[in-house]
């Protein structure tokens, strides 16, 4: 029997402090924690997403904005300044580059990138 397509379950971030991490996750995109120990941390997202922060050692931060990753676009909602103020009060700074204003690129507690834009496609 063919398979059908299969079903992400989850995105797993690597961090020096997964706790950190997810906590920072939770605050900024709201949702539930499914799970907390030593080495990882569950939440899923108010949107569905279920992230994993996962202890990883000698962990080494992505630099931005020479490394090729998966970074997260979240929703600014029509308020792009309003929302990139409330990402780093959560915790996140923005990156010193910024290659369009369209959005802006933040990084989270564990250094890895994430954008900020008002440029939301609709499903």
Do not use: K
Request: one cysteine or more; glycine letters at 8%; proline letters at 7%.
């Amino acid at each position: 029997m063919p398979r059908t397509h299969l079903a992400v379950a989850g995105t797993s971030i690597d961090c020096a402090d997964p706790v950190q991490l997810a906590h920072f996750y939770l605050a900024l995109l709201g949702g539930e924690l499914l799970w907390e120990n030593s080495e990882s941390v569950g939440l899923r997202t108010q949107s569905g997403l279920c992230i994993v922060a996962q202890t990883v050692e000698n962990y080494i931060p992505a630099v931005w904005p020479s490394t090729s990753i998966v970074h997260f676009d979240v929703d600014a909602g029509g308020d792009l300044a309003g929302s990139v103020a409330y990402a780093v009060e959560c915790g996140a700074r923005e990156a010193a580059e910024q290659p369009d204003p369209r959005w802006r690129v933040l990084l989270d507690p564990a250094g890895h990138p994430f954008c900020i834009t008002t440029e939301v496609y609709d499903s």
